[in-house]
């Protein structure tokens, strides 16, 4: 059996950015600035789609 | 539950044929001594289970970032402003330059003060101190916001607590000037 850790190492890199981004969601939401949060929520929505296509992508090779 | 199958397994093989291995000093028929590992949970937290798991925790994280982005819209969208009826306060020949004028806005009972600063500058905020409610005065004498009960004082171009407890600025009503009259048009959100 041949490993590849490409997709372990991709989904943590995709849930880093999912930390990053709900962080900078609150802070913004802190200081009002709500076209910022729009932004980062939507990058961290988009985030769900991108790591279930990683993790299928893994899963059709093995 | 595996580790049983195993001693299964060798025993069989041990009553039916006789190897190299089965020479007493080689417990199992098996070359890479692995007999001892447990094998049930060996799928709970494999690769692609942690796989699944980093997927599940990216829907965790997008649905909570869910309500956040509710809010901002809705704030963007001004659903969450109120909206209060224009009303008229003073005369501008009726006030003079650094003199102030009470008046009440947006309700009957909400006190609110109006200064005038300069031949065309305007300040009004409501003037229930952020501290414990009391009268804010306009003191001309110092330039500034005076609350007499418990010597809190605010800037009068901004309204934020500049000495004393209060910790929030007050809440500015929004003027216009029209036909010689300053209006109340509105009031800024207040701070919490």
């Known amino acids: 059996m041949k490993r590849s850790y490409r997709g372990v190492i991709l989904l943590c890199f995709v849930l880093l950015l999912n930390i990053i981004c709900t962080q900078q969601v609150v802070n913004a939401f802190f200081y009002e600035k709500y076209e910022r949060v729009l932004w980062f929520a939507a990058a961290n929505i988009i985030l769900f789609p991108i790591a279930l296509w990683i993790y299928r992508r893994e899963r059709d090779v093995e | 539950m595996s580790g049983d199958n195993m001693n ?17 000093k080689i417990p199992f028929p098996e070359n890479n001594y692995t007999h001892n590992i447990r094998k049930a949970g060996e799928r709970k937290l494999d690769r692609r289970g942690f796989m699944k ?41 009726d006030l003079k330059v650094g003199e102030a004028t009470e008046f009440a806005y947006p309700g009957e ?84």
């Open chain 2, 8 to 24: 299964q397994r060798s025993t069989d093989s041990k009553d039916t044929k006789a190897s190299k291995h089965n020479n007493n």
């Open chain 2, 53 to 93: 798991t980093m997927v599940g925790a990216a829907g965790l994280f997008a649905v909570s970032t869910l309500p956040w982005g509710a809010i901002a819209v809705k704030e963007l969208s001004g659903l969450g402003a109120k909206s209060h009826p224009k009303r008229k306060v003073v005369n501008i020949s």
């Open chain 2, 109 to 192: 009972h909400d006190a609110a003060l109006l200064v005038r600063l300069g031949e065309n500058e305007f300040k009004a905020y409501q003037n229930a101190c952020t501290h414990l409610k009391c009268p804010v005065f306009w003191s001309k004498e110092e330039g500034r916001l005076v609350c007499p009960c418990h010597h809190g004082f605010f800037d009068v171009k901004t309204g934020k607590p500049t000495a004393g407890p209060p910790q929030r600025p007050l809440p500015e009503v929004m003027l216009s000037k029209e036909q010689g009259a300053i209006f109340a048009t509105g009031v800024k959100r207040y701070e919490t």
